[in-house]
């Protein structure tokens, strides 16, 4: 928590499913007064990595870790020293190796469906529990 307290800006990363759970936690941490950002564009993705500063850190979340552009990402992040935090199904994923934090889900999916449920209901269980701790971390600073 102390990590998210001390950054500058939070910037939330993902794709697909990921980055609709990206956008969650903008939401929800900005109505904790935290500055946030995430952006549902590939290359507004890699803009957005490009200015932030080694004050910042960038939550990326990804099931496998592994898809093309979060590798091209994490590249990005770490070529500019930029702290991650990897919210990932797959602890040896290249996500995960590059990663200062890892908070692991579930590796479990259901393959019978179209839709990734047990993945997201997952990883937004995580990012629930990260903002509610944030929220008792900020009352007991008052």
Do not use: C, W
Not at 7 to 27: D, E, M, P, Y
Not at 111 to 126: G, R, T
């Amino acid at each position: 928590m102390k990590r998210i307290h001390h950054s500058q800006k939070i910037s939330f990363f993902g794709v697909t499913f990921s980055h609709l759970l990206a956008r969650n936690a903008q939401f929800k941490f900005i109505r904790l007064g935290k500055y946030a950002s995430s952006y549902s564009n590939h290359e507004n993705q890699l803009s957005e990595a490009e200015i932030l500063t080694t004050e910042d850190l960038a939550i990326v979340i990804s099931f496998s870790g592994e898809t093309r552009f979060i590798t091209r990402l994490v590249k990005q992040l770490k070529k500019r020293n930029i702290p991650i935090v990897a919210i990932t199904g797959n602890e040896n994923s290249f996500l995960a190796q590059h990663a200062n934090q890892i908070i692991p889900v579930s590796s479990k999916a259901l393959k019978n469906y179209k839709s990734p449920i047990l993945e997201e209901i997952n990883m937004l269980s995580v990012i629930n529990s990260i903002y509610l701790v944030y929220s008792i971390f900020l009352n007991n600073l008052e």
